[in-house]
């Protein structure tokens, strides 16, 4: 079990080493692809190019392009006074600066929080969860929060959240596209090629979740047991939990490259549908959390 030092040493490794490999699956997907489609080693050097651009603006702009496809907008002090000094209460006893804050127009109550490092972290929230949450709720969420920034997750899960959704669009670029077309019959491609290419295209969703899954669960208990020590009152995150986990409202804005942001999981559905997801779901099931929180309190 690794100390919280070593997590946030591990974290910040580990958002290097997603994007290197990243760059690696890129271009033979985009090589299998453009074999298929007959052009050969150009789609594989334009994959390079891409995947490898995409990892730098992931790294530097991830944030603003996870706040723009989520419809966020900057939260103003006297509108939102609860977040606000929430948030400034809990980042002076974190100490950390304290983060820009967002609000998400949607009434599902959930919370998500972006960035690279402590020093350009952004917490946001629905005015779902805003609305529904007492104060004492709403800083159990701050806190967990804020313990994702402290601890580097932010960075790792922006990251992650950009390349996921670029990894669907090629998988989906490729299907849409006339790849049996009479160019690829001229250039004698190998058909074998052809049904490879196609099958990494089908399983291009599948792959993009196993890519959220490489992002441990761990790091939601820890952030959990991290706000329950910055508030000092494990049982306002629980309260908070048991809340957002029983609206059954899913939240409009969130995607499959989002999701594993969130606090708790945004695509609500029917409870045997929620089983079977959990398999695949980065988020611990919530009687879990509580599970934990409760044993901290004891």
């Known amino acids: 079990m690794r100390n919280f030092y070593d997590q946030v040493d591990w974290n910040k490794k580990r958002s290097f080493l997603v994007m290197a490999c990243f760059v690696v699956f890129v271009s033979l997907v985009a090589y299998l692809f453009g074999r298929a489609s007959g052009y050969g080693y150009s789609w594989m050097i334009s994959g390079i190019l891409i995947s490898g651009i995409t990892s730098l603006s992931s790294y530097y702009w991830s944030d603003k392009l996870i706040l723009a496809i989520s419809g966020a907008k900057e939260a103003s002090r006297s509108e939102f006074f609860n977040f606000y000094t929430v948030a400034e209460n809990l980042s002076l ?14 009434s599902a109550p959930n919370a998500f929080a972006t960035g690279r490092d402590p020093q350009h972290a952004v917490i946001c ?50 299907l849409r596209g006339r790849i049996g077309s009479d160019r690829r019959d001229k250039e004698g491609n190998d058909g074998a090629i052809y049904v490879l290419a196609f099958v990494m295209a089908l399983l291009a969703p599948l ?4 890519i959220q899954l ?24 629980i309260s908070a939990l048991k809340k957002i986990s029983q609206d059954k409202e899913p939240l409009e804005v969130a995607n499959q490259a989002t999701a594993h942001l969130y606090i708790v999981n945004p695509f609500k559905g ?10 695949f779901n980065t988020h611990p099931p919530i009687s879990e959390r509580i599970k934990a929180l409760q044993s901290e309190n004891k």
């Open 270 to 279: 029917s409870e045997i549908r929620n089983k079977i997801s959990n398999l």
């Open 93 to 106: 006893a974190a100490r950390i600066p304290k983060p820009k804050l967002y609000v998400i127009n949607d």
């Open 125 to 174: 929230a629905t005015t779902g969860l805003l609305d529904k949450l007492n104060r004492t709720e709403l800083e159990g969420v701050i806190g967990h929060e804020i313990s994702h920034i402290k601890n580097y997750d932010i960075r790792l899960m922006s990251i992650v959240a950009v390349l996921v959704g670029l990894v669907s669009l090629l998988g989906d670029w490729f």
């Open 207 to 210: 792959t993009a979740q196993l």
């Open 214 to 237: 490489a992002i441990s669960r761990r790091r939601e208990f820890l952030a959990d047991a991290s706000s329950a020590m910055i508030n000092k009152y494990p049982d306002g995150l």
